[in-house]
């Protein structure tokens, strides 16, 4: 039997609600075959992150080329990347395996509770390395407006943001709106035009990992062959169920419930 496989190349977030844990369950989620390369341990929770500890370059390279000389993926999940060095072999990689498989770059910079996990010097190598041999990078308003330079307010801003991005690198962007007073929409810039795609404003404090979720769903979507605009709307609604669902654990800002649609009548 064949099935879709899917990379993620990210952080282990040790309370198991973001990085690899959570690309790891959306992937099993879409009921796809799930690979990792871990780039860094972090000790974190609901309340947090306490602390990373980037891994080495070396052994980085070591586990990408193990999986790719074995099982080519079919699309490929970008998260934190913790050094320069780490970017350039993820580059190294890409053009020697990956070139024509679709990638999710989502950068994360900071987490929500304000812990740097990746210096500027990473960013700016990431800008220089992989803005332009990936298929979508999907930043929150923060990160976008770290890369764009400037602060991104409103929705005007994310289109300015968006359209300048998308030709400065050449890589179609998805801005995503979830920091925007009184909207949840996300917008996708790329080579068809500027789209503005409406998120659901769901009532749920719970929402740790939503990014790394949204990514992998979004690596997973476009594995199935659909262009750009169906598979963010495609991921969308999966992230919506599963924040929709109500995971009510830990005692701060709680994980998403990544197998919400998957049927329980095999549950004993």
């Known amino acids: 039997m064949e099935i879709k496989k899917i990379l993620t190349i990210a952080g282990s977030d040790s309370s198991g609600g973001a990085g690899i844990q959570a690309d790891l369950k959306t992937i099993s989620a879409y ?21 990373s500890l980037s891994l080495d370059e070396r052994i ?23 050094s320069p060095g780490q970017v350039e072999v993820i580059g190294e990689v890409i053009d020697r395996y990956l070139k024509d498989i679709p990638i999710v770059l989502d950068p994360v910079i900071t987490s929500t509770s304000g812990f740097t996990l990746v210096p500027d010097d990473t960013v700016e190598k990431m800008k220089e390395v992989l803005f332009d041999k990936v298929t979508l990078i999907t930043p ?49 810039c790329g080579e ?41 709307r495609g991921a969308k609604k999966y992230l919506s169920g599963a924040i929709a669902f109500g995971l009510d654990i830990g005692r701060g800002r709680g994980p998403l419930y990544h197998m919400y649609n998957l049927s329980d009548k095999d549950e004993n």
């Open 192 to 232: 068809d035009g500027i789209f503005l795609i409406e998120g659901k404003n769901i009532e749920n404090k719970n929402t740790h990992g939503t990014g790394c979720t949204l990514s992998s769903a979004l690596a997973c979507e476009l594995a199935k062959g659909k262009n750009l605009f169906d598979a963010v």
């Open 60 to 82: 980085l390279r070591e586990q990408l080329e193990s999986i790719c000389d074995d099982i080519l993926p079919d699309a490929v999940k970008i998260g934190m990347l913790a």
């Open 31 to 51: 009921k796809y075959y799930g690979m990792s390369a871990i780039t860094a341990i972090t000790a974190q929770n609901t309340l947090g992150v306490q602390d």
């Open 140 to 188: 929150n308003l923060i990160e976008a407006g770290i890369i764009y330079g400037k602060e991104i307010k409103n929705i005007d801003d994310m289109k300015e943001a968006g359209k300048f991005l998308f030709e400065k690198y050449g890589t179609a962007f998805l801005i995503k709106g979830g920091h925007l007073e009184g909207s949840k929409d996300d917008l996708l």
